[in-house]
């Protein structure tokens, strides 16, 4: 049998720093003979191929206009994605400059991060802050716009923070003005220190290039939520991605199988099974495209609407699940025991209130982070763990390196390979283990193999929501009598 011909391999312009430092150190010590990287030159920076692994290039001081260095690093970062690490410095002066930008396209959904910090290790976290992304700290009052892209952690975005408050306070003449910029100071050094714990961190970034690191252990992650969302048009045209040489088409809810398209029809004719379309503009290039509905009665629980949103222009797909009705006067909490393959076969419908556990998994899934979800028991922890599984490995299936020294410890690589086989154990209905949906709003549903007789396997609870689960869901504000007579309304 002849050899077949294999397409030429390509470098990974984007390799971990991990892998670059050493292929380096063992390109160096095949030239020195030594295993000291000490011993080697260094100053090349390049790899046995001649591929450096910084970039240098002649750039301009802005500060004194002579000539001086930017260093270019091209790395990818564990949990993330491609970036671009720039570091500027001007001998003459001595001005430095240091940025980053993501070296990816702009996701086809924004993202937002909601980390609550509630001890001294959540300030190691490692955190990816985009030139898109707005910064807020809610307990000091504070929200900082786009602007210069960083890579640090959250210990050192407090620090910059709390530096540039004292420069501030230092500048300002008024003195109401300065005592209020100390106040914020204050707080921000309490918290660096420990002594104002918890607070949260908020990072919103409508091209979905940021990031907060998340926890390999569930019950160190605190109330970690990420939230992927479809941008606003006036979010797509401040990112030059909204097409602006016509008018919006009016929308029309259209039965997939009517001929006549002038024809439309109010929410109150839309009917079970049918399904339904109407335009809409694609998150990821804004171009149109149809948006189709479906609702569909789910046996012993309730109607929901399930939406599909395919791009012909980029091949963006979307799927939602939504759930409607009056809001219950209390939240339910339903727990699944899984003993065999059987009962991952079992229907599924997550909403996006609802928080998903798993004790013997050590998985806990935060509420809005999946967003709702009509699937099985094996399709929700197949996506789980193929979601996790591409942020964390290489498409190769090899661990990320991590970067900045070796921030991902021997510990944390294990709790990850342990969760990842405990996982794909359980997909396999090879380990017992337990789902615990709690949903304030009452809209998550686990099929029962024994309707309408009770399912032993099912246990369904009702709660009383706590005061922070009505702020969150807006139940606090709203009025649902004499609204009528109120002024303001």
Request: net charge negative; hydrophobic share 30%.
């Amino acid at each position: 049998m002849s050899p077949t011909a294999t397409p030429a391999s390509h470098p990974d312009l984007f390799e971990d720093v991990g892998k670059k430092v050493e292929k380096l150190s063992l390109d160096q010590h095949d030239v020195t003979g030594s295993s000291n990287p000490g011993e080697a030159d260094l100053g090349a920076g390049a790899d046995g191929d001649g591929q450096r692994m910084v970039d240098e290039i002649e750039s301009l001081c802005m500060n004194c206009q002579e000539d001086g260095t930017t260093r270019l690093l091209l790395t990818r970062i564990p949990y993330f994605k491609e970036i671009i690490l720039m570091s500027f410095y001007c001998p003459h002066c001595h001005f430095r400059n240091n940025d980053i930008q993501s070296a990816g396209q702009i996701q086809q959904r924004g993202c937002k991060y909601v980390f609550e910090i509630s001890d001294i290790e959540g300030l190691s976290r490692q955190i990816i802050r985009s030139d898109t992304a707005v910064v807020k700290i809610k307990e000091l009052d504070l929200e900082i716009p786009p602007g210069r892209g960083q890579l640090t952690n959250i210990e050192g975005l407090l620090r910059g923070i709390v530096d540039g408050l004292t420069q501030q306070a230092r500048a300002v003449e008024q003195p109401e003005l300065r005592n209020i910029l100390d106040s914020v100071r204050l707080k921000g050094e309490q918290m660096l220190n420990g002594a104002a714990f918890p607070f949260t961190l908020e990072i919103d970034d409508p091209t979905g290039n940021s990031f907060i690191q998340p926890s390999a252990n569930p019950e160190v992650n605190g109330k970690y939520v990420r939230t992927d969302y479809d941008r606003t048009s006036q979010q797509n045209e401040e990112l030059s991605l909204t097409d602006t040489t016509g008018d919006a088409e009016d929308v029309k809810i259209l039965p997939s199988s009517a001929k006549d398209k002038s024809f439309a029809v109010n929410d109150d004719e839309i009917l079970p099974g049918e399904v339904y379309s109407f335009p809409a503009s694609c998150p990821g290039c804004t171009r149109p495209c149809a948006t189709n509905m479906k609702m569909v009665e789910i046996p012993h629980f309730k109607s929901v609407i399930i939406m599909s949103t395919v791009c012909e222009s980029c091949g963006y797909r979307s799927n939602e699940i939504k759930t409607g009705g009056e809001v219950p006067d209390k939240g339910r909490r339903i727990t699944l025991a899984v003993i065999g393959a059987e009962d991952l076969s079992r229907d599924v419908l997550k909403s996006e209130s609802c928080h998903l556990s798993s004790p013997e998994l050590m998985l806990s899934v935060q509420p809005g982070t999946l967003g709702g979800r009509f699937t099985t028991v094996e399709g929700l922890l197949t996506h789980i763990r193929d979601d996790l599984r591409s942020n964390i490995y290489d498409m190769d299936g090899r661990p990320h390196t991590c970067i900045l020294g070796d921030s991902l410890d021997e510990g944390s690589k294990s709790k990850w390979e342990l969760f990842f086989t405990n996982l794909d154990l359980a997909i396999k209905a090879e380990k017992k283990f337990t789902i615990i949906l709690e949903d304030p709003l009452a809209a998550s549903y686990v099929q029962s193999l024994t309707a309408p007789d009770p399912d032993p396997q099912i246990t369904i609870e009702n709660y009383d929501r706590t005061d922070e689960e009505e702020e969150d869901l807006g139940l606090k504000d709203m009025k649902v009598e004499g609204y009528e007579d109120d002024p303001q309304g």
